[in-house]
């Protein structure tokens, strides 16, 4: 089963071996690490593991969060493969079919940003859905710059695409909220996406 743990842990020499170290013990198998953030003495880094057998993520949190300094901010189901290289495959695929850009986007990104559901919204209405989004989706208050909320127990990424006149939202319902490199990242891609689409049209 793969799986993404979000640790937040004292920012110092050992700190990350520690924690590979327990991972190790409890049988998981690291197959990547990213670093989010190094601020104030403490470091936030996304492991993503292959852990053997069926384990819940209050089983992950429980065994993790028993480490003197280490916190546990969330642990979801992955889809993504570490080592890929995601982002470029997808901006393969909209500079071959630019008309399809936003399409191609709103079915990649649930994958590209460990989530499960992404939608493409305009004038109230949905113009593109990943396969697991719902038919329908009331936007939030529609924000002037990329952001993540909390919205019905959802963990929600709402990128703008202002020149194209439409909201691109991400969805996570189990995890933390987005972090904000992940919703940086997000909108670079977005951003080149609206790009390459513009061309074409």
Known sequence: MLL?????LPDRPGGLGQV????????????????L??????????????????????EAR??????PGVRVEGVWATKEVPGSAPDYDLLMHVAAEPARGFATLVDALPALCGAEWSVAVADGAVRHASLAAP???????????????EAKEVRLMLLPVLTAGLHVVVARA???????????????IVDVV????????
């Not at 993404?4 to 937040?8: D, G």
């Not at 429980?62 to 480490?67: F, K, N, P, Q």
């Not at 189990?174 to 670079?188: N, Q, S, T």
């Not at 609206?194 to 049209?201: N, T, V």
């Open 4 to 8: 993404r743990l979000r640790v937040s």
């Open 20 to 35: 590979a170290k327990a991972l190790g013990a409890l049988g998981a198998d690291i197959l990547q690490v990213t670093v």
């Open 37 to 58: 953030e190094r601020e104030a003495g403490r470091a936030v880094d996304d492991f993503t593991v292959s852990w053997p057998g069926p384990v819940t993520a209050a």
């Open 62 to 67: 429980e065994r993790l969060s028993a480490m």
């Open 135 to 149: 038919a329908e989706f009331e936007l939030p208050e529609p924000p002037p710059r990329a952001i993540c909320v």
């Open 174 to 188: 189990e995890g933390p909220l987005f972090h904000r490199a992940e919703v940086e990242r997000a909108a670079r």
């Open 194 to 201: 609206s790009k390459l689409a513009a061309r074409a049209s």
